[in-house]
C-alpha cells in the first residue's frame, strides 16, 4: 500500500504539476527559456521575512551535524556546524503566517570572533514566489548590526538570480536560539 501511494505521489509530482507559475522546468523547457533570455526584461524585487533559527527548543529547526576537535576550546566555537529548516515568516512573532523556509548549513569558520558561513535556500511555499528558490553563499559576522551576504542564483521565477540579502539579528538569546530580519533585493528575469 505504501508503495502504491509513493507510485501515485511520483506521478503527480512528474506528470500533473510540470511548472512553477507556468515555468516549464523540464530539459526542453529550460533551453527554450534560454532562447527568450536575450529579449527579457531584467527585474527587481524586493523581499522581507523574518528568519527562525531554533537550536535549543523541542522542536529545533537547526540541529548540530559537525564540530572539530577543539570546537569546544574555542571561544568562537570554531568548527560547529549546523544544517537548518528554518521557518521564514511574514511577521517576527514566531506564529506569524509561514512563507518559506531557509533549508541549508551553516559553520563557524573564524578564530577570532563568531563569524559563520552560510550556504542556503530560501524555499518559498506561499504566495506569488511560491515552488521558487533563491540561494546564498556569504559571510555572516553574526554580531554586526547589518550583514550583507550575496543572492548566487535561483530557480523558478527567480532564475538567473543575483542580488542581495541584508541580515540584522531581531531577538536573540543565550541558548542560541535567534529571530533575523530579512531584506533580500534581487535582480532577475
Not at 505521489?9 to 526542453?28: E, R, T
Not at 533551453?31 to 535549543?56: G, Q, R, S
Not at 559571510?139 to 532564475?159: A, T
Not at 543575483?162 to 534581487?186: F, L, S
Amino acid at each position: 500500500m505504501e508503495k502504491l501511494l509513493l507510485m501515485a505521489f511520483l506521478f503527480l509530482a512528474i506528470a500533473v504539476l510540470p511548472s512553477i507559475h507556468g515555468l516549464d522546468q523540464s530539459p526542453n523547457g529550460v533551453e527554450k527559456w534560454f532562447k527568450k533570455l536575450p529579449h527579457a526584461k531584467e527585474k527587481m524585487t524586493k523581499l522581507h521575512f523574518y528568519f527562525h533559527d531554533t537550536v535549543n527548543a523541542t522542536n529545533p529547526s537547526a540541529i548540530q551535524i559537525a564540530q572539530a576537535n577543539i570546537t569546544f576550546q574555542s571561544p568562537t566555537l570554531f568548527g560547529l556546524v549546523r544544517m537548518m529548516d528554518n521557518p521564514l515568516t511574514v511577521k517576527p512573532e514566531p506564529n506569524s503566517e509561514i512563507i518559506g523556509r531557509a533549508q541549508g548549513i551553516y559553520g563557524s569558520a573564524s578564530f577570532k570572533d563568531i563569524e559563520f558561513l552560510m550556504t542556503l535556500n530560501l524555499v518559498f511555499t506561499k504566495g506569488k514566489y511560491n515552488g521558487s528558490t533563491l540561494s546564498i553563499l556569504g559571510h555572516n559576522q553574526i554580531f554586526h548590526e547589518y550583514r550583507e551576504m550575496p543572492i548566487v542564483g535561483g530557480s523558478g521565477v527567480f532564475r538567473l538570480s543575483r542580488g542581495i540579502a541584508t541580515a540584522k539579528t531581531y531577538w536573540a538569546d543565550n541558548a542560541q536560539n535567534a529571530i533575523v530580519e530579512y531584506h533580500v533585493v534581487v535582480l532577475h528575469y
